[in-house]
Nanobody, 120 residues
Framework: QDQLQEPGPGLVKPSQILLLTCTVS??????????WTWIRQPPGKGLEWIGY???????NTSPSLKSRTSISRDTSKNQFALQLSSVTPEDTAVYYCARYTWRDGHYDSWGQGTQVTVSA
C-alpha cells in the first residue's frame, strides 16, 4: 500500500480553486521529524516546491505561490491538504505530496502524483 496518496480532480477550470488532499497511511503527521510537502512538475519542466506543513502545524510556502496557496492538515484523519486559488493554465502539472525528513535532509516518501490540468 502506498504510504502517501493524493487523488486529484483531474481537470480544473481557470479561476477556480484547486484542492488536493494527501492521506498518510504510514506514520503520524504529527511525528516530529517530518515536514509534509507539496511539490509539482509542470509539463516539460523540473520539480517545483510549493510548500510544507510541519508536524506542529506551521507552514511555509513558495514566495511565488504564497498569495494563492494554503496548506492545512486534519490530524484526526492523518491528512494534509493543498488549496491553490485562482488557478491558470500555468498551474497545470503533476502534483505530488511527499514526506521530508528534516533530520536527514531528504524526501523519503512520495505519493504517486496526480495530474491536474487547468483548462476551460
Amino acid at each position: 500500500q502506498d504510504q502517501l496518496q493524493e487523488p486529484g480532480p483531474g481537470l480544473v477550470k481557470p479561476s477556480q480553486i484547486l484542492l488536493l488532499t494527501c492521506t498518510v497511511s504510514d506514520g503520524s503527521i504529527t511525528t516530529m521529524i517530518y515536514y509534509w510537502t507539496w511539490i509539482r512538475q509542470p509539463p516539460g519542466k523540473g520539480l517545483e516546491w510549493i510548500g510544507y506543513i510541519t508536524y506542529g502545524g506551521n507552514t511555509n510556502t513558495s514566495p511565488s505561490l504564497k498569495s494563492r496557496t494554503s496548506i492545512s492538515r486534519d490530524t484526526s484523519k492523518n491528512q494534509f491538504a493543498l488549496q491553490l486559488s485562482s488557478v491558470t493554465p500555468e498551474d497545470t502539472a503533476v502534483y505530488y505530496c511527499a514526506r521530508y525528513t528534516w533530520r536527514d535532509g531528504h524526501y523519503d516518501s512520495w505519493g504517486q502524483g496526480t495530474q491536474v490540468t487547468v483548462s476551460a
